[in-house]
């Protein structure tokens, strides 16, 4: 046995493959991404009887016949890599639909262990599970599990190492489904042929390939001309083609989808019984209420006010003690370190640029928790299904739901998770659509300028602006539908899984890794640009000679901060943002938003971070701001709304341009750019008609 098993974890979406996941790997798991591409990969590590298990969390899918870019990931991964085994995460509530990518797991070749999971709740719904007559029935061992409280963990692992400790008993040409004598008559002479050039048929198993011939797989057909016999087999499959669609009088794809439920019913009639229940589920008692025509909308959104809600009335105390310990910390800094070069560094550069994005953790915290909570029970499902006809009415799939949620917490992974739309067209409209939605590195922006500005009602502001946000990116859908983008959306089709609690752990796991990578930001991307932001902030310097005489501290140092490389910067696009009501600070401070949006705020405590008149203590930012004669509540404004416009960080065009190509890269920039001015713009002019008024 290898020193280091190899095993697939897979299944079907909702079938709790991340509990179970977590579960078998606990802590000891890592983030990063299928080579090529920007779609997600985790593996983890588990030391289990004298075994070393190296987990690979395939992307949940329902089919490897490979149309959206997940299929393509799971199939080429599979196929390429050649994992030991495979683990098929299965819900045990809906093993008819699970056990057909089960089916398709037999197909490839690579020996199979299944996971009932959930049987927690099968049990709960009347469904008894034989698991020795289905295991037989299969050809593969099941395990029940429950991945929330890793139920049958250690169970599952053991049946691994059986199944391991004889693979050529696991691969046994006897247990592989089969589809009936019409479809195995065409198979078996498709393997032979496909199995003549040995090289070609270690690469690609026989049998899975003969069955995407038979299914019309454009990708099976280009592997062909890989084989010597390509194009005789290409013939021959032709030909078994055209019989399987005259014989059953539809296509032979449909044909081999049939045949495999077909193989499938007669497995579940075999092992699973159901039994009456004396309860109603309470799945189906709360989707009477939430999923109701009249008012699951309006609870939807009621459900979103109240997250930001709670973010800032829960937050409010955390930040507000961190805010103190960093000004306590600036003033030590201050008074144990002379007055120079170094002190401004440590002081301007690091304690107020670093420290005023830390500050903003408990919000980032709180407002992780709640979307996650919201996702580990199921309701995210339900508010895509609830928003669906919305969405198609503004040109969006119904599927591009969970992607524009995703996009409040991080542009990148809501990009990513475009890669299920399998319509080109919608994964392009919901890409552009995704960074309108304010994620978490706007949320300081906006919690200093509403809070600085509009200190009784700065829950409603920011969730103004989160709410313009998503306005403007069903707008923009809109038009970019009827020009760039035409053609029709493609139906949703997508479950309903049934509420659960979520876990602890879990939960945990989703919160500490998105605040551990802001917080890893802060500390790194921010840190150093904050360093660079004090260096051209505060060189060159002027000579003595030129400084304005008879000037306060406060003149003069707003003097040095204009004649540095930073003030010269910002002087010469002053022109192109003064119709915005914007001061040249204020551009200086936008162009590292470009980096982080969290840059933004250690931005403006660097340029704000003057001394008061009378050189006692630092003014802290929000006091700095509202003492600058141009800044107001409509600066405020139309400064959040420019932010939460302008292109996304550097981060997330990246991910564009790997899921969507140089093309629309560069028109995302064009896009944002213009309509952040464009809009800006517009809420400049109105809002000081309004404020005249």
């Known amino acids: 046995m290898k020193e280091i098993l ?14 179970l996941f977590n579960a078998i790997t606990g802590a000891h798991h890592k983030v990063g991404n299928y080579p090529g591409v920007t779609v997600e990969k985790r593996e983890g590590i588990r030391e289990y009887a004298d075994a070393r298990f190296q987990i690979i969390d395939l992307p949940g899918i329902y089919s490897l016949t490979a149309y ?56 709960a719904k009347g469904l008894r599970i034989d698991v020795g007559i289905l295991s037989a029935t299969l050809g593969i061992p099941l395990v029940k599990t429950v991945g929330t409280n890793g139920k049958g963990v250690e169970g ?49 198993p026989p049998r899975w390939l003969a069955i995407k011939l038979l299914e019309n797989d454009a990708n099976a057909r280009l592997k062909l001309d890989q ?4 194009a005789e087999i290409a ?17 032979s794809e449909i044909v081999i989808t049939e045949q495999r439920y077909g193989y499938i019913r007669g497995a579940l009639r075999e092992a699973v019984r159901k039994v009456p229940v004396a309860h109603v589920p309470v799945t189906e008692v709360i989707d009477k209420i939430l999923m109701n025509q009249v008012v699951g909308l309006p609870i939807f959104f009621l459900i979103i006010w109240g997250i930001f809600k ?10 507000a003690l961190l805010d103190r310990f960093f000004s306590l910390l600036a003033a030590g800094a201050q008074a144990v370190i002379p007055p120079g070069y170094l002190q401004s560094l440590i002081l301007d550069g690091i304690i107020h640029g670093v420290g005023g994005v830390f500050s903003f953790v408990p919000l980032i915290v709180i407002l992780f928790l709640c979307i996650s909570i919201l996702e580990d029970t199921g309701y995210m499902s339900r508010a895509a299904f609830l928003t669906d006809k919305t969405l198609h009415a503004f ?72 709410l313009a946000g998503v306005v403007l990116s069903m707008l923009s859908t809109i038009f970019l539908r009827k020009t760039v983008l035409k053609g029709k959306t493609t139906p949703f089709v997508m479950e309903l899984p049934p509420y659960r609690l979520p876990t602890w752990r879990g939960i945990f796991w989703h919160v500490w890794g998105k605040t551990w990578n802001y917080m890893k930001k802060a500390g790194t991307v921010i840190l150093v640009a904050s360093v660079l932001i004090w260096v051209i902030t505060s060189f060159p310097t002027p000579r003595t000679e030129s400084l304005p005489a008879g000037a306060g501290s406060q003149q003069l140092a707003e003097y040095r901060l204009e004649y540095s490389v930073a003030g010269r910067i910002g002087k010469f696009i002053e022109p192109a943002i003064q119709p915005l009501g914007f001061n040249w600070k204020l551009g200086v401070a936008l162009i590292p938003g470009f980096t982080a949006k969290e840059l933004v705020v250690s931005t403006l405590g ?48 990246a991910t564009i341009r790997a899921e969507a190509g140089n093309k629309w890269l560069i028109f995302q920039v064009i896009y944002s750019f213009s309509l952040a001015w464009v809009v800006s713009f517009i809420v400049r002019v109105v809002g000081g008609l309004i404020v005249g008024a």
């Not at 084989?227 to 390509?230: A, F």
């Open 156 to 204: 599952l692992l053991d049946a691994v190492i059986a199944v391991l400790a004889k693979p050529a008993a696991a691969l046994d040409p006897s247990k592989a489904p089969n589809y009936g004598s019409e479809i195995e008559s065409r198979l078996a002479p498709l393997e032979k042929a496909i199995a003549s050039d040995r090289e070609f048929a270690l690469r690609y």
């Open 606 to 653: 660097i340029l704000y971070g003057a001394q008061t008149s009378d050189g006692k203590e630092t003014e802290t930012l929000r006091q700095a701001l509202r003492a600058d004669p141009s800044m107001n509540p409509l600066t405020a404004i139309v400064l959040m709304m420019f932010i939460l416009i302008m292109p996304p960080c550097f981060a997330s065009l």
């Open 235 to 251: 013939a021959l499959a032709e030909s078994d083609r055209h019989w399987l669609s005259k014989h059953y009088g539809k296509d």
């Open 310 to 319: 709670l973010t800032f009335v829960l937050g409010a105390f955390p930040t």
């Open 68 to 123: 959206s870019l997940d299929e393509v990931v799971t199939r080429d991964f599979l196929i390429e890599e050649k994992p030991d085994i495979v683990i098929d995460v299965l819900d045990s509530t809906n093993l008819e639909r699970n056990l057909y990518l089960c089916l398709q797991f037999q197909e490839l070749g690579i020996p199979v262990v299944g996971a009932l999971n959930m049987s927690d709740e099968a049990e």
């Open 6 to 19: 190899r095993v697939a974890l897979a299944g079907n979406p909702n079938a709790g493959k991340t509990s």
């Open 227 to 230: 084989h010597k016999r390509g």
């Open 395 to 466: 040109g969006l799939h119904g599927q591009s739901f969970m992607p524009l949620m995703l996009g409040f917490g991080c542009t990148v992974p809501a990009i990513m998770a475009t890669r299920t739309l399998k319509s080109p067209r919608d994964r392009i409209a919901t890409i552009l659509a995704v960074p309108f939605m304010s994620c978490g590195a706007k949320l300081p922006v906006y919690v200093l300028l509403a809070g600085t500005f509009f200190p009784k009602n700065a829950e409603n502001v920011v969730m103004a602006v989160y």
